[in-house]
């Protein structure tokens, strides 16, 4: 990059992480700030950074104590509120963009736009706006900057849901999947001890590995199903609630076109198990197998249950998988015998799918129906 103020100031340029200033090394960026090159040696700098990336206080080690370097305060869209700067140049502020302040403009870079904190917009539009048709080609995170945050500029999504684990949710899910490739593992190399068993060996072991064939089938379907979600255009909001009547549940939010899992933290089949099962639903919607129970003549203002009789019995098929346990498939029936017994009237509304996000909190009403 080239500053320009009528004539060439200084040559910016970067290589990775690492930022040359007229060709000589500046400094180096680090996931935990920037090590500042200067003189002939290296100063570490720490950036303490808030649950949106912002850059709030930036500090060096100094005899093993903190010397402050610099401090920052926000607005919500990212206008300066307060700064102090004692002895840094970091320019590394809002969401942990890169200010732009030659020209005066003081704008962020994204990558994909370049993003005005005095608007709270964009100054081009979104190159993804099909995604966010409902909302303005301008806006910034869905106006909740306080909450969302846009990365590249073209995606919003919750900090942290893409990198790095960083909450119990995408926690909860990253486990869930484990469990889904050790179970298969464990189920392929019993399928493969039984092959290599005698004609008594294999009379013996039938029930084990019967069980194998199920465990592996049934943990295949679920990790390209989750892919399957995971690529996709549909956001599946997960968030762990404390407390609760009931293990899990999954609804459709009618205002944001949000997928919403909640789960118990406390559900007596445990979280992971739960979470299966729930995310077995999301599918289910995404698949058009879940269907509405409509409870007056309008279904989207009237609405019902969310769920189907044997979209029950394929979910509790996952919590059994991740437990252990055999639920009795009639007696799931019996329980959800007034629930509707196929999908399809979902494509009533007309749906717009939306980016995905595996994990974060719920920032929206309850508008939605469970299932």
């Given at each position: 990059?080239?500053?320009?103020?009528?004539?060439?100031?200084?040559?910016?340029d970067?290589?990775?992480?690492?930022?040359?200033?007229?060709?000589?090394?500046?400094?180096?960026?680090?996931?935990?700030?920037?090590?500042?090159?200067?003189?002939?040696?290296?100063?570490?700098?720490y950036?303490l950074?808030?649950?949106?990336?912002?850059?709030?206080?930036?500090?060096?080690?100094?005899?093993?104590?903190?010397l402050?370097?610099?401090?920052?305060?926000?607005?919500?869209?990212?206008?300066?509120?307060?700064?102090?700067?004692?002895?840094?140049?970091?320019?590394?502020?809002?969401?942990?963009k890169?200010?732009?302040?030659?020209?005066?403009?003081?704008?962020?870079?994204?990558?994909?736009?370049?993003?005005?904190?005095?608007?709270?917009?964009w100054?081009?539009?979104?190159?993804?706006?099909?995604?966010?048709?409902?909302?303005?080609l301008?806006?910034?995170?869905?106006?909740?900057?306080?909450?969302?945050?846009?990365p590249?500029?073209?995606?919003?999504?919750?900090?942290?849901?893409?990198?790095?684990?960083?909450?119990?949710?995408?926690?909860?899910?990253?486990?869930?999947?484990?469990?889904?490739?050790?179970?298969?593992?464990t189920?392929?190399?019993?399928?493969n001890?039984?092959?290599?068993?005698?004609f008594?060996?294999?009379?013996?072991?039938?029930?084990?590995?019967?069980?194998?064939?199920?465990?592996?089938?049934?943990?295949?379907?679920a990790?390209?199903?989750?892919?399957t979600?995971?690529?996709?255009?549909?956001?599946?909001?997960?968030?762990l609630?404390?407390?609760?009547?009931?293990?899990?549940?999954t609804?459709?939010?009618?205002?944001?076109?949000?997928?919403?899992?909640?789960?118990?933290?406390?559900?007596?089949?445990g979280?992971?198990?739960t979470?299966?099962?729930?995310?077995?639903?999301?599918?289910?919607?995404?698949?058009?197998?879940?269907?509405?129970?409509?409870?007056?003549?309008?279904?989207?203002?009237?609405?019902?249950?969310?769920?189907?009789?044997?979209?029950?019995v394929?979910?509790f098929?996952?919590t059994?998988?991740?437990?252990?346990?055999?639920?009795?498939?009639?007696a799931?029936?019996?329980?959800?015998?007034?629930?509707?017994?196929?999908?399809?009237?979902?494509?009533?509304l007309?749906?717009?799918?939306?980016?995905?996000?595996?994990?974060?909190?719920?920032?929206?009403?309850?508008?939605?129906?469970?299932?």
């Open positions: 990059m080239t500053l320009y103020n009528g004539t060439i100031i200084t040559d910016i970067y290589v990775g992480n690492i930022v040359y200033d007229d060709e000589n090394l500046d400094f180096i960026l680090t996931s935990e700030g920037r090590i500042k090159y200067q003189g002939g040696s290296y100063t570490y700098e950036f950074k808030d649950h949106l990336g912002n850059t709030r206080v930036a500090f060096k080690d100094t005899n093993n104590s903190p402050i370097l610099q401090e920052y305060e926000y607005f919500p869209f990212g206008m300066v509120a307060r700064d102090y700067n004692y002895s840094s140049n970091n320019k590394y502020l809002y969401n942990g890169e200010l732009q302040d030659d020209l005066g403009l003081d704008w962020y870079d994204y990558g994909a736009r370049m993003y005005d904190p005095a608007l709270g917009r100054h081009v539009q979104d190159p993804r706006a099909e995604k966010y048709d409902s909302w303005s301008y806006n910034y995170a869905l106006n909740n900057p306080v909450l969302l945050i846009d590249m500029g073209d995606t919003v999504t919750f900090n942290g849901s893409k990198a790095g684990v960083n909450n119990a949710e995408e926690q909860a899910y990253n486990q869930y999947k484990t469990d889904l490739t050790n179970i298969q593992t189920s392929q190399t019993e399928i001890n039984f092959k290599g068993k005698g008594f060996g294999k009379v013996f072991s039938l029930g084990k590995y019967a069980t194998a064939k199920a465990n592996l089938s049934e943990s295949t379907a990790l390209g199903e989750l892919g979600m995971e690529s996709d255009a549909q956001v599946f909001n997960i968030q609630q404390t407390g609760g009547r009931v293990n899990g549940t609804g459709f939010d009618l205002n944001t076109n949000i997928v919403e899992i909640d789960i118990n933290s406390k559900s007596a089949s979280v992971t198990a979470l299966g099962h729930e995310l077995k639903h999301g599918y289910q919607f995404l698949s058009g197998d879940i269907d509405f129970k409509a409870t007056g003549s309008n279904f989207i203002a009237r609405p019902g249950q969310l769920y189907g009789t044997e979209d029950e394929a979910a098929k996952r059994d998988l991740i437990t252990g346990g055999s639920t009795n498939s009639e799931i029936r019996a329980a959800y015998s007034g629930a509707t017994k196929g999908g399809g009237s979902l494509k009533q007309g749906l717009k799918k939306y980016h995905k996000s595996t994990s974060g909190i719920r920032i929206y009403n309850k508008n939605y129906r469970d299932y």
